[in-house]
Structure formats: structure tokens, C-alpha cells
């Protein structure tokens, strides 16, 4: 049972234009959400994070909207640039108690290529 | 200023035999995770782990999985008699608290392995 989709396995978007990385999710539990950036051969980096609280999160050439009624995040690029390039996974905690407080639920990850 | 180290990078090991992955998490971090990220699949939540306590093991697979944080030393999981199936990265993550968001939890580089 697929909790985060990442629906878009790849998308490739001509330098210096926006980049929109799509995630959906099922559980109403969660109430935080997370992307992350990976390179090949390496580990996840943190970019970007939203509360449920919150409707969009802004830094720098980074925005997160959240949909909570839709279920529905997205991820802005803007100006996309070719070192942009990586794989993105949307990624999701449920409330903060218990389990909830340090577990994350990962998407499969969008393959972005910025071409310049 | 190390982040988390994660050895070996790569392991080729034949069906049957033994795995051993090390974690050795930030300065100061006494909270570790596991995720495994098999091909074309997001990271999935293994377990978390304490120095010398297993919180939550809830992602482990029940049989030939283990893992430890010892009082002094890394943090191994170990992966007996593996299976082509067992073939994946294996990242692991560490914070200072267990409670999860962006910018609180690190994520190593990643083990690969290889079953033949």
C-alpha cells in the first residue's frame, strides 16, 4: 500500500524554467512533509519541508504548496538550473507521537533532468 | 565535522553468506535509523535504535535481519544466509532527538549491496 505516490518517475524541463515535482498521499495522519534531494551513489539531502498547518513554504528558488484537502504537494523550481538534476522524493511523518515523531514514509522519487 | 558515515559503500556478497553494514552517526547523535531503498523503489523505514536499545524494528524483515547500537561503537545491521532479493541501498540516518523534521535528521551515503 503505496501511502506517498510519486506518480511522475522522470521529468526533464529546459534551464532556467520552473520545475514542478508532484507527490499525492493517502494517510490523513500525516501532518508533516519532507522533500528530498538525491544524487546518485548518494544519500538523501533535506531541501524543504511543510507543516500541515501551513499551505506553502518558501526558500529561495524552493516552494512547497500543500493541498491537506486533496491530499496533494508540490514542489516549485524556479529558475530551474542544471545542477537541479537529481532524483526527489516526497516523503511524510504522521503526527507527532510515537512511531509518528521519527518514521518516514517515502515516495519513489521523481528523476528531474534540467537541460541546459 | 563528519556527517554520517556509513562503510562499506559497496559489498558484493554470494547468496548464503553473511552481511555486515556499518553506521557511525553525527557528533552527538545518539538516535540511528535504517532505511533500505530497493531499484525503482522510495526508502523504507527498518528500524531505529538507541545506543544499546531497539525502539521500533517494526521495517525489519522477521528472519535474518538483525541490527545493534552498542554503548561504544557503530551501528551494525547484519544480514545472514542473504538473498538476490536483499540486493538494495541501505541508508542510515541519525538525530539528536527522535523526533523527525528536515533539518534534524542526516542521512549517510549509502551502502550497496550486491547479492550473486
Known amino acids: 500500500d503505496q501511502q506517498v505516490k510519486q506518480n511522475s518517475p522522470s521529468l526533464s524541463v529546459q534551464e532556467g524554467r520552473i520545475s514542478i515535482l508532484n507527490c499525492d498521499y493517502t494517510?490523513?495522519?500525516?501532518?508533516?512533509f519532507l522533500w528530498y534531494k538525491k544524487y546518485p551513489a548518494e544519500g538523501p539531502t533535506f531541501l524543504i519541508s511543510?507543516?500541515?498547518?501551513?499551505d506553502k513554504n518558501e526558500d529561495g528558488r524552493f516552494t512547497v504548496f500543500l493541498n491537506k484537502s486533496a491530499k496533494h504537494l508540490s514542489l516549485h523550481i524556479v529558475p530551474s538550473q542544471p545542477g537541479d538534476s537529481a532524483v526527489y522524493f516526497c516523503?511524510?511523518?504522521?503526527?507527532?507521537?510515537?512511531?509518528?515523531?521519527?518514521?518516514?514514509?517515502f515516495g519513489k522519487g521523481t528523476k528531474l533532468s534540467v537541460i541546459p | 565535522n563528519a556527517g554520517v558515515m556509513q562503510n562499506p559503500r559497496h559489498l558484493v556478497r554470494r547468496r548464503g553468506q553473511e552481511a555486515r553494514l556499518r553506521c557511525s552517526p553525527m557528533?552527538?547523535?545518539?538516535?540511528v535509523y535504517w532505511y533500505r531503498q530497493l531499484p525503482e523503489e522510495g526508502l523504507k523505514f527498518m528500524v531505529y535504535?538507541?545506543?544499546?536499545?531497539?525502539?521500533?524494528e517494526s521495517g525489519m524483515p522477521k528472519e535474518r535481519f538483525s541490527a545493534e547500537f552498542p554503548k561504544e561503537g557503530p551501528s551494525i545491521l547484519r544480514i545472514q544466509q542473504v538473498v538476490r532479493g536483499d540486493s538494495a541501498a541501505y541508508f542510515c540516518?541519525?538525530?539528536?532527538?527522535?523526533?523527525?523534521?528536515?533539518?534534524?535528521?542526516?542521512f549517510g551515503e549509502g551502502s550497496w549491496l550486491t547479492v550473486v
Open positions: 540516518a541519525s538525530s539528536a532527538r527522535g523526533i523527525v523534521t528536515g533539518n534534524t535528521i542526516y
Open positions: 494517510n490523513s495522519m500525516f501532518d508533516y
Open positions: 511543510i507543516s500541515s498547518i501551513k
Open positions: 516523503a511524510a511523518r504522521v503526527e507527532y507521537s510515537g512511531a509518528g515523531s521519527y518514521q518516514l514514509t
Open positions: 557528533k552527538g547523535h545518539s538516535h
Open positions: 535504535l538507541q545506543k544499546e536499545n531497539i525502539i521500533d
